[in-house]
């Protein structure tokens, strides 16, 4: 890549975040249209594309960037209100910056009109820029003077810089000279209580002007502090360091048979550095979810007017972080959550003052930590779901039969079965019976879990349990015949013996009573056909898994692993119940179980 390209590269990501910072503060002139902070982010954001446009050869970027920049301008010098026309306007000028920038990285010609049309928009609402006044009179003979700087010079330094005046002597002047309250006080034009509260005003603005002035610089240091790394760089590194925890593994066993207790102490030192770098690698790639958040208000406020709605998104919990990988493939799903609380969740303002609700409506997205895991939750304050309705849809879909015993999770859990709706039309928004199916499917290939709570009247609650990175999990291992399995650890609830014939010998069901609370079981002997007699006594290990506690037996349980997941291969990639493998410590393969695969392979007819 020639160093034009790199830098082409470089302005190209550089232009993306400007164009997030940029949609954000305009999102947030909505609520806030006297924020003068705001407006100017606005102003420097399209002040930096055009800058940078130029340079880097984004000529049509640079030219769209200057007409919208001097627009903001005008609203900085107090020319242009902040309404909602302005900010329709500049929303619709960032997404076409956007696709300037789309296009310039795939060799296509934009759209031309799409721009002249939004210019013409925002020449609409701008007034003319007045022309300079004309010098007339005897001004018009006086001399230019030069541009004045931001802190012009006091009249003692001018003096001492021409060498009109000593130092000692400014001094002696300046020791005598009263302040300016003082001789308004003693003049008796101003009251001495007025002349403090003024000083007090303008002590207190000094320290907040040397309060940001702070906080720029510190902002700027933490910008230099940090430098940019290719993602594909980070994926390496992972890579290896998943194959050294392997060694190191591989070489704690042979030090625990070897009976040297110097090379036990090595490699004691060794697993606890290559675990300190594995955590310091896998928090390289955690990044803050709020990024993703924060690109959902625009769908949120654009998708809300195109239905009659008012809805606020109210974002908690921005700081949480998640794997790199993980917050980029949950954003689909997260969409579909949002458009199916907005068009059925929500009601209308009519129906909510009608029902004894505010008008506008609260969608809450938030994030936090769970233990090994994090919990993003979509609730909104709307209609809710009726399981009475879900059930009568089920049973006319034929998903499930008229006298079915359910409880009230297992019903709400069929709105992710595929092709369901309660919808009662189809609409441009959702209503297709593709969303929610779509949604579990892309939170299990992430190793996550979703769930939903509702009531009618009172809203839903989406909660999406998702593990903090997928290179490494902690597992339980287990033994079933000669075969080595990991189970993944946050989803075990607990280990019990049993006994080979504990099953209900008079339906023939494998059932346990744990405590006064009946367990359904499989043997992963039976599930992966495993040959060869189980023991006599064998491990039945509680697992939960969408709301389900079941239990799974396998003949031993070795104990806690740290495993590194790798790949399957395409070839058997989609086997049902398996998520990947791993290596042991003895080099032998141990393959990864997805419980959630598993149970629905086991639960289909015929299996």
């Not at 030192?269 to 290559?274: G, T, V, Y």
């Not at 195109?306 to 809805?311: A, S």
């Not at 291992?477 to 993944?488: N, S």
């Not at 023939?508 to 599930?527: A, T």
Request: net charge negative; with cysteine.
């Amino acid at each position: 890549m020639s160093h034009d390209e790199m830098h082409r590269a470089a302005f190209l990501e550089e232009a993306a975040e400007l164009l997030g910072e940029l949609e954000e503060a305009l999102l947030e002139l909505e609520s806030r249209p006297q924020d003068a902070d705001l407006v100017n982010r606005v102003f420097r954001a399209m002040h930096t594309l055009k800058g940078s446009g130029a340079m880097f050869g984004f000529e049509d970027v640079a030219a769209f960037a200057h007409e919208v920049e001097t627009v903001f301008d005008k609203v900085r010098c107090g020319l242009i209100t902040v309404g909602k026309e302005l900010l329709d306007l500049n929303l619709a000028a960032r997404d076409h910056v956007k696709h300037l920038l789309e296009c310039a990285r795939q060799g296509t010609p934009p759209d031309t009109d799409k721009g002249d049309a939004i210019l013409a928009g925002l020449a609409r609402i701008s007034p003319p820029k007045a022309p300079p006044p004309e010098r007339e009179g005897a001004g018009a003979g006086l001399p230019e003077i030069p541009a004045i700087p931001e802190e012009p010079k006091k009249l003692g330094e001018i003096l001492l810089e021409k060498g009109d005046l000593d130092p000692q002597a400014l001094s002696a002047a300046l020791a005598g000279q009263k302040r300016l309250g003082q001789v308004l006080v003693e003049a008796g034009l101003v009251a001495s209580e007025k002349v403090e509260a003024a000083l007090a005003e303008q002590t207190l603005a000094r320290e907040l002007r040397d309060a940001r002035e702070q906080k720029d610089k510190g902002e700027q240091k933490q910008g230099e502090a940090s430098i940019r790394v290719a993602a594909e760089k980070l994926d390496w590194l992972v890579n290896l360091v998943g194959e050294l925890v392997i060694v190191q593994s591989q070489i704690s066993q042979i030090g625990a048979g070897s009976g040297n207790a110097a090379f036990v102490s090595l490699a004691e030192q060794l697993e606890r550095l290559s675990g300190e770098l594995r955590d310091s690698t896998l928090g390289i790639r955690m990044l803050p979810i709020g990024a993703t958040f924060n690109k959902f208000r625009r769908l949120v406020r654009d998708l809300s007017a195109e239905l009659g709605k008012e809805i606020e998104l109210v974002t908690r919990g921005e700081e949480t972080e998640l794997d790199k990988t993980v917050i980029e493939r949950i954003s689909d799903p997260l969409v579909h959550l949002l458009r199916n609380a907005i068009d059925h969740g929500v009601e209308t303002p009519a129906e909510r003052l009608a029902l004894g609700k505010d008008a506008k409506g609260t969608i809450e997205l938030t994030a936090e930590h769970e233990g090994s895991e994090v919990v993003i939750r979509v609730k909104d304050d709307g209609a809710g779901i009726d399981p009475a309705k879900v059930r009568a849809k089920a049973v006319e879909r034929g998903l499930i039969a008229q006298h079915d015993g359910l409880s009230r999770n297992e019903i709400l859990g069929l709105i992710f079965a595929p092709g369901f709706s309660t919808a009662d039309k189809v609409s441009s928004v959702s209503g297709r019976g593709v969303g929610m199916d779509v949604v579990k499917r892309a939170i299990e290939a992430l190793r996550g879990q979703v769930e939903i709570d509702s009531a009618p009247g009172q809203g839903s609650v989406v909660a999406i349990r998702l593990p903090l990175t997928l290179a490494i999990i902690d597992g339980l291992q287990v033994l079933a015949g000669d075969e080595y399995y990991v189970l993944p650890l946050s989803l075990v609830e607990e280990c019990v013996e049993l006994a080979r014939d504990a099953g209900d010998a008079e339906s023939g069901k494998q059932i346990v009573n744990l405590r006064g609370k009946i367990v359904s079981y499989v043997r992963l002997r039976d599930c992966f056909a495993i040959p060869g007699e189980p023991p006599a006594i064998e491990q039945l290990i509680v697992v939960s898994s969408e709301g389900r506690r079941v239990g799974l037996v396998v003949d031993h349980v070795i104990g806690e692993h740290q495993t590194v997941i790798k790949s399957l291969g395409p070839l058997y990639r989609d086997l049902p119940g398996l998520a990947g493998a791993t290596v042991r410590g003895d080099g032998r393969m141990a393959l990864i179980v997805d419980i959630s695969g598993l149970l629905k392979s086991v639960d289909r007819p015929g299996s």
